[in-house]
């Protein structure tokens, strides 16, 4: 097996503007990758099989990437790494830019940069079966956007990133900006992942080995310290996460030592037990405190990165309220660019705000912005969301906060309308997702406004209330569900129905309340997340309520409830929504189309037709896995009565 790695790194642009700022580390980056992967006791890799490239033009970079995949052999292992600009056109295919890339009226101009389509093709024309892609660039997640197999025929659901043991590393998503790290030459997660090889800590499970999927942990879990608003993805296929990239050393003092760092270490502290621990480890292994010292002080550093990028935010904060007595509008918006370049998260710099400002918080120019009613301001709740791998193993938890309002429906009972911004989002699933469905096709940009969406679906004791009020259009079944319960959601509901339901609840409130349209649910659902599922790669029961007696990706088997459950019971999206996969189908708005070719709306609005059918979206109780995808498209004709069939209403922004 003959190893081959092209680098790229692009740091200087020849047409710079306010998108395409030089960027330092991109050059350095590929010189520390070089340094690793060179190394006889890391990667192993020859000199001569790696190509290196800095600063190229755009035909540099397309003959280099077909030289890379071109002519190769079967247990050959193929390596591509790029850092620098990443740029998406307005159909949200990723582009890779060179230093001749250049953008007109805000646009970029393609040929100036390498379309990610590129190296698709070359991927799929390689007779090598161990491919790793590693892309530390804004959106980067946006790889697996069109990337599709040459076919004579139907293509497996389950290859449609390709050809067997390929890996494909991202700094973010999709949708995310990548961040330098601050005080070090190097981009944050390319930082960690030579930090990973260079130390043999990547080695998770000390084999003497580092796989891919151990340094894209190792990587990650770093960044998350460092910089919690960037979310790197892995995307493996078959066997990509085995693949072998580099050696570690073999009960070496130093590796030993830092392991015991990273297990001890509390958010960038040490208790006194754990110190004397570590003390008495130090000497057993016999290294000198110096050498302890800098193991430790690297442990640390996220933790002091992501400590220092808070004073700066608070520091900022400070400044700009002694400059103006009340926070301008404009002014909360340069606040919140900041926050998003430091890589801090609304909930990074919640308590900092509070602590500040109190009452005055950006907060609440948000919420009016939003239209939320001003006795119903300053409303919000924190929560925990969790994230997984293709395993279903937790990789990721992290605390974000919402706004909502509350709207009391009588004799204590409460709908809890929550806060979701606008923005635009892709629509539908990517060729390559594992057992999609045509009718997901194709995807496309919609842009939504904000609005608000209950934060659970509609329970029974809710149903009961308004069913109650004054009939609009129809009557209404004032107890219709099979699974009895006043917090479970309520079933046995026919679309008919649920309209009947937001027009009585309007009338009495005097808000306009309705279902959502399909494309406001989807949005909703993904709450900015790209993956099958908002909760990652895969689902589990303990994530949700469905058919656990299927699996889907690589996750494992679980329990079949065989009914509903309480509203909330299952951690919610990062919108603050629960039960959005499982527990019951939801209507939407729309009526059914086959697919979103001939005129899918792309501003989210609902979309008619005569059919009879009516959409539904997220799965039930006794749904398989991959139903409850984001993406998945149900019907069902909307007068008809069904135990898995439930609702969630939405209202607009603007009262009335």
Known sequence: MAKFALLIGVSEYDYQDEHLKPLSAAVKDVEAMQ????????GDFAASNITVLKNPQPQVVREAIFHLFFNRQKHDLLLFYFSGHGIKDEKGYLYLSTRETKKQNGKLVTPSAVPASVLHENINDSRSLQQVIILDCCFSGAITQGMTVKSDGTVNVQEQLGGKGRAI????????????????????????LVEGIETGAADKDTDGWISIDELHEYASTKVEKAAPAMTPKFYPVEEGHKILLAKSPKDDPKLMYRKEVE??????????????????????????????????????????????????????????????AKLSETTLNDLRDYQQYLGLRDEDVVSIEERIIGQQKPTVAIEQTLGIPEQNQNNHFEFEVVTVNAKGEPINRSRKRAEFFSENLGNDVMLKMVAIPGGKFFMGSPEYELERNYSESPQHTVTVQPFFMGKFSVT??????????????????????????????????????????????????????????????????????????????????????????????????????????????????????FDMHGNTWEWCQDTWHENYYNGAPTDASPWMSENKERLLRGGSWNSNPWICRSAFRGKWVSVVLNDRLGFRVVSAVTFI
């Open 35 to 42: 340094r690793v992967l060179v190394n006889p006791e890391m």
């Open 460 to 577: 029974q004791n809710q149903w009961a209330i308004v069913a109650a009020l004054k009939k609009v259009s129809i009557d209404l079944n004032p107890d219709p569900s099979r699974f009895k319960g006043a917090n479970r959601p309520v079933e046995q509901v026919s679309w008919d129905d649920a309209i009947e339901f937001c027009a009585r609840l309007s009338n009495k409130t005097g808000k306009t309340y309705r279902l959502p349209s399909e494309a406001e649910w989807e949005y909703a659902c993904r709450a900015g997340t790209t993956t099958p599922f908002y909760f990652g790669e895969t689902i589990t029961t303990y994530l949700a309520n469905y058919n656990g007696y299927y699996t889907y990706n690589s996750g494992s088997m679980g329990e079949s409830r065989e009914q509903t459950t309480d509203v909330g019971n299952f951690p919610p999206n990062p919108f603050g929504l």
């Open 169 to 192: 590393l991202t700094s973010s998503t999709s949708t995310q900006y990548s961040f330098e790290q601050a005080a070090s030459e190097l981009s944050i997660y390319t930082r960690y």
């Open 263 to 324: 297990r001890r270490i509390n958010r960038g502290n040490f208790s006194i037990p754990a110190r004397r621990l570590l003390n008495s480890l130090r000497l057993q292994l016999k290294l000198t405190p110096e050498i302890a010292d800098a193991i430790e002080a690297e442990v640390q550093q996220p933790y002091r990165e992501y400590q220092h990028k808070l004073e700066e935010y608070e520091t900022t904060l400070v400044e700009a309220i002694a400059a103006e």
